[in-house]
């Protein structure tokens, strides 16, 4: 199993930029990818990016040229840089780890865009 924790959540006004940060503990070392998805208010969750330990990326469509995707295998840490925020971004926005098959879900962190 792997535990994940979500930091960087927040206020901003559109337009703002926020990073946020996902921080993997336990089996770690068995991680093949890992990403974001958001959940809105009476929506689904909707994937947002996805990174490869190798470094290969997929954002969906709606995010492209807004959100940066990173990792740092060594710190067992992926980042979700936002910029260009807009009010529709606002969501809980959680962390995920893929084990094979298995994918890990972090508890969330809530990404507030407001005017």
């Known amino acids: 199993q792997v535990q994940l924790v979500e930091s960087g959540g927040g206020l901003v006004q559109p337009g703002g930029s926020l990073r946020l940060s996902c921080v993997a503990s336990g089996s770690s070392t068995s991680i093949n990818a890992m990403g974001w998805a958001r959940q809105a208010p009476g929506k689904q969750r909707e994937l947002v990016a996805r990174?490869?330990?190798?470094?290969?990326?997929n954002y969906a469509d709606s995010m492209v040229g807004r959100f940066t995707i990173s990792i740092d295998n060594a710190k067992n840490t992926v980042y979700l840089q936002m910029n260009s925020l807009k009010p529709e971004d606002t969501a809980v926005y959680y962390c995920f780890a893929d084990l094979g098959r298995v994918r890990s879900w972090g508890p969330g962190t809530q990404v507030t865009v407001y005017s």
């Open positions: 990174i490869t330990s190798g470094g290969s990326t």
